[in-house]
């Protein structure tokens, strides 16, 4: 899943993260924002504040799993990562792969003696850990909580000003 | 037609006049009545009242579905696909019209000259049956105008619709030939006739080959729907079984029930032969009637006991299946067979009465009463009770057309009596 | 109605024969234990992650050129909506649709995506009297609507309640239901819309037998949280669609008395029996014939005329 990574780098991703090499947390060297706007035809770009995620978190693995050099969050990765030594990959998009579904990548999946066969890709990664955790935190869970809606992505769900009108009428009631 | 027999009128039977004329096709059409007495006849007759009141309400209805779409006159329920349409129309008319290949069996195939007298009321019987039910059929496809594409131009043959429709086509095909014979008769085209009487045994045999297979397939189109038929109603093993020997009652106890109608509202047109046979043969079709219903009970308990479906007796369901199964098939087979047993001819009657109406609560309980049980139940639309109500209703005037000019329930003659 | 009856006359006695004799070994092929083909796609839903965005139904409204729906995809009241005492189902206009759950013990309500499953041996197909339906080597369960009459035993047929019917159309009424964006994006090896939509994976595209063995994975390495079972692994025959769950199945509203073996097992028993009644019955009734009416005149020959009385 490493060259997978780095075929993305090439891909269509529309991901823009900040340069994120191997820094440790505790270095304090991470990005503080990263703009996330691979949905960008659908929802304007989301803001990920990581500073403030950082400082929300106890831990790093929390969110990197074993890359941080901090120790592991889930014991059943502790099986062969001890966690204790930084990664060169850290950020999600390394391993994570924003284009799971191009022709080369569905076309040659992850050989069977590879463990990390079952990844999800960068945009179910972030749901997943977003939407998890918030609702443990009480954060933001709702679709437009981090999304604000385009028109375009209006028109996709037939909602505010392209909404059903027999919907209008009838909430009207 | 009674007040004009005391008057000394007789309805047309025979190939000539008394005085050796032949009668023409107008003449014969007003069954030998003058146009004035016939349709004095008519006007008097209230059933053809009762029957306009449901074609003045129902024929628009029914156009009203082919100009706005099915969808118009259904609830276009997705989960229960098939409505009464096929539920009664298909499932319900077909078994109820096995009586042309059981009495034409019996007749040719066994040589019983002696149920000769009620074999043309049994193979008509038959026919309409059979055309009604694809009549209905028409009205409940999507597209009913692409009908033989199964016939002739896109072919399923794993599908045991494919089979049913091949089956019913050529059934109804071999039916309309031996009903032709009456026609030939009527019409007077003796070599049609003939023709057609050579190959008696050949039409029957491929009638009793054509019946047993879609009998069954009707029942064996819910093996599609293991799930979704309750459990009390379906049976892998048995369904074909189920619908074929309930098919037996049905179609002998239709006829009995025709008969009777018969005797009682068209005594005229009933020749001689036919009255004084009528209660020898009802007791005698009565007791085919009584074999076939104590078949199919067995196995109907076979199959509950195969696969041990004993504890949904206990439910709701298996009241209702209780219900079924002695009030409609065990009490007309003890009606019937004490019947038999004291040759009460008028018991016998009552006994094919509750028998038909058996069948008509299995098929509908099959398709669509515990269809989808662990669903909903669904009651059809108003106007698609309608439809079905106006399309008996043709079918029933059909009939009596038929019943009153062709030779079905009188001999034809070559010379009318003096 | 008398030009059909008069074609299914002309095609009934010509063709007919045959086509009945054909029935048995056509069926024959189609039997065994087909378990689809090998390199056919699906798609493994894991249940778990689903948060019930309507994404998907967004997504495949778009693609599959969908009717506006009565609500907008962002409208969670749909969720609520009860029709019959049953939630909501795919129609013609939604060939995909997302349902709420309640589920015991936990607070979480269960999110359950419905579209056709792509059966191995689906039953739609083989009710289907034109052959309408079609399994691709690409694993989708396809249908020519060019030829559907509208009998709509393939809504009988199948066991997930998917197929809907166009009822409203007065010319055109045909099946409609899910179809694997095989036309669009499936042929050309694309991911289906819902799928490429979703945004937590909830679904995975691959090769069945590989997304398969990620299922078992999934249920192995997360023992606590999965249900120990594949739902669509051996129901009816297989499905190419096919689902892990945290809670068990039938509280996510999915009917777990499915048999194991394709739906069309169930109708083997009796179609079975259509060659033996071809070539038995004829034989047998015709020798009855002879036996019952040895001695006396043969049957009605030319000479039977009805206006005899024949006494008994």
Known sequence: ?173 | MKKLATYGVKPHDAGMKSDGQQWSLMEKLLLGLTLDQYIGQVLRNKLNWFLAIIFAIGIPVILYRFVFSLGAVTHSSYDYPWGLFLGFGLFCMVPLSASGFMLGTTVEIFGRHDFEPIERLALLNGLLGYFFAVVYLLVDLGQPWRLSYPMVYSFGPAAVLFLVGWHVATYLSVQVAEVSTAFFEWIGFQRGYDFIRKGTVGLTVSGIILSTLHQGALGALFLYAPGKVHPLWYSSAFQWIHFFTSSIPAGLCMVICVSTVVIYTMKWRCDQRFIDNLDRITISLAKGAAMGLSTYLIIKLIAVAHDNEWAYLMTGWGAWWLFEIVGFVFAPLVILSYAIRNKLVGLCRIGAFITVAGILLNRLNTALITFNWKLYQEIPHKWEIIISITIFAIYITTYRFILNRLPILYQYKSKADE | MSKITRRRFLAGSAAGGAALMLTPAQKALAAGSFEGFPEGMGVLVDLTRCVGCRTCEAACNEEQHLPEPSKPFDDFSVFDEIHHGQKRRTTDKAYTIVNRYDVKDTEEPLYRKIQCNHCNEPACLTSCFVNAYKKTPEGAVIYNSKVCVGCRNCMIACPFHIPAYSYHSVLNPVIKKCIFCYDTRLKEGKPPACVESCPQQVMTFGKRKDLMKIAHERIKKNPDTYVNHVYGEKEVGGTGWFYLSNAPFEEAGFDTDLPKKPIIDNVKDFLAIVPMVLTIWPALFTGFHLLATKGKSHGHGDDHSHDEQEGH
């Open chain 1, 1 to 173: 899943m490493v060259h997978a990574g780095k075929q993305l780098m090439t891909g269509l991703g529309v991901i823009l993260l900040s340069a994120v090499l191997a820094v440790g947390c505790y270095a304090m060297d991470y990005p503080e924002e990263i703009e996330i706007d691979s949905l960008v035809n659908l929802y304007e770009a989301v803001v990920f504040d990581h500073a403030m995620h950082v400082d929300a978190t106890e831990n790093c693995s929390e969110c990197h799993h074993h890359t941080t050099g901090t120790g592991v969050a889930n014991e059943y990765c502790a099986k062969c990562h001890n966690g204790n030594e930084e990664m060169d990959l850290v950020a999600c998009v390394d391993c994570h792969s924003a284009d799971p579904l191009s022709p080369e990548n569905l076309h040659n999946p992850t050989p069977d003696f590879v463990y990390h066969n079952d990844q999800p890709n960068l945009k179910a990664a972030y749901h997943l850990n977003c939407i998890g955790c918030h609702k443990e935190v009480d954060g933001p869970t709702g679709c437009e909580d981090c999304h604000a809606k385009t028109e375009a992505g209006d028109k996709f769900y037939h909602s505010g000003e392209f909404a059903p009108k027999e919907s209008a009428h009838s909430s009207g009631h």
